[in-house]
C-alpha cells in the first residue's frame, strides 16, 4: 500500500525578495510544502548576508554594528517569532552564507555568519527535547534569488532536512566544492 506523504507547513521568514523566500517558492511549486500563516512544521529563515567587501583596517564601527549585530538580531527576532508557532516534531532551516568559513574583505559578514550558526546550533540543542530540528544551509556569500541553480540545490537540502527526523544542529555546504579547492584563502 502506498503512502502519501502530506506537503509541510511552511513558514518563511525574511524579505519577500530574499533568497529564502526563493527556496520556499520552489518548494511550495514543487508541493513539497505549502505556505503556513500560523501553525508551521516547516521554517525558513533568511540569514543571508550581502557580498560587500571592506577589508579589516577600513571596517569602522558603524560597518561592523550593521553587518554583525544589527544583522544577527533581527535573525534571532525572526528565530522567536516563528517557535511559537511550530507545531510537534518541527524543523527549522536557516540559509546563511559561507562566510564563517573566513574570508578576504569579508571579517563582518564572517563574523555574521559564525554567529548565526552558533545561533542555530543553540536553538538545535535547547529545542530538541521537543523534537524541533534546526540545521543550517549556507550558500556562498552574494548568492541572490535569481541563481537558480544554487536556488534549486538549496531546496532540495531544505527538503531532505525538514524531513530528518535524526539530524539536528548541523550546516550543509552548498558551494560547487569552493570550499574544497580553498578558493576563498589564496591570497589577492
Known amino acids: 500500500m502506498e503512502t502519501t506523504m502530506q ?3 511552511l513558514l518563511i521568514l525574511g524579505a519577500t525578495e530574499g533568497i529564502a523566500a526563493a527556496i520556499g ?3 511550495i511549486a514543487e508541493g513539497t510544502c505549502v505556505a503556513a500563516d500560523d501553525a508551521a512544521d516547516a521554517v525558513l529563515v533568511d540569514g543571508t548576508d550581502t557580498g560587500d567587501e571592506i577589508p579589516f583596517l577600513e571596517l569602522d564601527d558603524a560597518a561592523f ?3 554583525v549585530i544589527d544583522a544577527t538580531l533581527d535573525r534571532v527576532a525572526m528565530l522567536h517569532s516563528a ?3 511550530l507545531g ?3 524543523s527549522i532551516v536557516v540559509v546563511g552564507s559561507d562566510a564563517y568559513l573566513g574570508r578576504w574583505h569579508g571579517t563582518g559578514q564572517a563574523a555574521a555568519s ?4 552558533g545561533i542555530m546550533r543553540s536553538v538545535g540543542m535547547e529545542y530538541a527535547r521537543y523534537a524541533v530540528r534546526a540545521n543550517m544551509i549556507a550558500l556562498p556569500l552574494g548568492t541572490n534569488a535569481d541563481d537558480s ?3 534549486g540545490d538549496a531546496a532540495r537540502q531544505a527538503a531532505a532536512l525538514f524531513d530528518a527526523v535524526s539530524i539536528t544542529g548541523e550546516t550543509v555546504l552548498i558551494d560547487g566544492g569552493n570550499s ?4 576563498q584563502a589564496k591570497r589577492r
Open 83 to 85: 517557535l511559537p508557532r
Open 7 to 9: 506537503p509541510r507547513r
Open 88 to 90: 510537534a516534531a518541527a
Open 114 to 117: 559564525a554567529a548565526l550558526l
Open 149 to 151: 541553480g544554487t536556488i
Open 180 to 183: 574544497l579547492k580553498m578558493r
Open 25 to 27: 517558492a520552489r518548494l
Open 65 to 67: 554594528s550593521a553587518q
